[in-house]
């Protein structure tokens, strides 16, 4: 059965780190593209990372140029996991955020397969 589980998020003081991992089972992470997500009541859904499948040299893609510097996407083989590093966090990055696997990135979550159930990120003072 395919699953994505994300944890770490938090509260977090503006200029602090979070680090979010997204744990899959049912499939190995290597194989896939794995996006990461965020969303705020009352707005859509964004795609804010992706790094692609190792075979495609696990490209890392970024969707939101208000992460670029910020945020980074690593996966994790041994333990099946991607972790989305943040930091210098900011009032604005307060949100869910989701993983979710497709065969190639893409900023359109429409696209992806399977989705985790998120993991809310406050930062706040």
């Known amino acids: 059965q395919v699953q994505l589980v994300e944890s770490g998020g938090g509260v977090v003081q503006p200029g602090g780190s979070l680090i979010l991992a997204c744990a899959a089972s049912?499939?190995?992470?290597?194989?896939?593209?794995i996006g990461w997500f965020r969303q705020v009541p009352g707005k859509e859904r964004e795609g804010i990372i992706c790094?692609?499948?190792?075979?495609?040299?696990?490209?890392?893609?970024v969707y939101d140029n208000a992460i670029e510097g910020r945020f980074d996407i690593t996966r994790d083989t041994v333990k099946n996991t991607v972790h989305l590093r943040m930091r210098n966090l900011r009032p604005e990055d307060t949100a869910a955020y989701y993983c979710a696997r497709r065969v190639g990135c893409s900023s359109y979550g429409e696209f992806y397969e399977y989705w985790g159930q998120g993991t809310h990120v406050t930062v706040s003072s």
């Open positions: 790094i692609s499948k190792a075979s495609d040299s696990s490209k890392i893609y």
């Open positions: 049912g499939f190995l992470l290597e194989h896939h593209a």
